[in-house]
């Protein structure tokens, strides 16, 4: 495929990044309201609604919502948390290949604005690599995330204006289906490997 007409987009978490453990342990480590911290664990309520979330590929700003609802003075270290995450270096080095390749790069992400605002700060070095930005819209009554066709809908009616081919690459593969519905090539990303195999395959690497 021709790097002039062809966009190469990619969700955030668990394919460009992933968790950093030693700064989540770092983080519980230094949080003050240990005791706050356990007491959350006996509100049934509130731990029903978490577990009831779960089950619907929930997105951070969801669980903000909740815990600014029924435990706020855990919210800074749960925003704290989902913030605690890395970049693959392997990954990081498609994306540079791909740059130097000539192709426009986006993010496509559940991530809300309050979580990629962290991002931007954090990691330059990872989110300047990328042209545009699709993120979820942070309204958590109206929610706008993937796998809604609403989300891709938008996503390519702001973000492609030129109708170029778009290859996607996602862990979820409900999100893959979704964007094949709007004529885009869904990658379902497992390691950096089979990624380079697949992109190979197309034209892209």
Not at 121 to 140: S, Y
Not at 171 to 188: C, E, L, M, P, V
Request: hydrophobic share 40%.
């Amino acid at each position: 495929m021709n790097s002039s007409d062809t966009i190469v987009a990619f969700d955030l978490h668990s394919v460009i990044l992933k968790p950093d453990w030693k700064e989540i342990g770092r983080i519980l480590w230094k949080w003050p309201h240990k005791f706050y911290l356990l007491s959350c664990a006996f509100r049934m309520k509130f731990i029903w609604k978490c577990l009831t979330l779960l089950f619907q590929e929930p997105t951070d700003e969801e669980y903000f919502a909740l815990f600014q609802e029924y435990c706020p003075t855990l919210l800074p270290l749960i925003i704290d948390l989902f913030n605690s995450f890395k970049p693959m270096n392997d990954m990081v080095c498609i994306l540079k290949e791909l740059k130097t390749k000539g192709y426009e790069l986006h993010i496509v992400s559940n991530v809300g604005p309050r979580r990629f605002k962290a991002l931007k700060k954090h990691l330059p070095q990872v989110i300047n690599l990328f042209d545009r930005v699709k993120i979820n819209n942070g309204d958590v009554h109206h929610l706008i995330k993937k796998p809604s066709p609403e989300f891709f809908r938008d996503y390519i009616r702001d973000n492609n204006p030129e109708n170029k081919q778009i290859i996607f690459i996602d862990d979820n593969k409900h999100n893959i289906k979704a964007a094949s519905g709007f004529g885009i090539i869904g990658i379902r990303f497992t390691s950096a490997n089979q990624l380079c195999k697949s992109l190979k395959q197309l034209g892209i690497l």
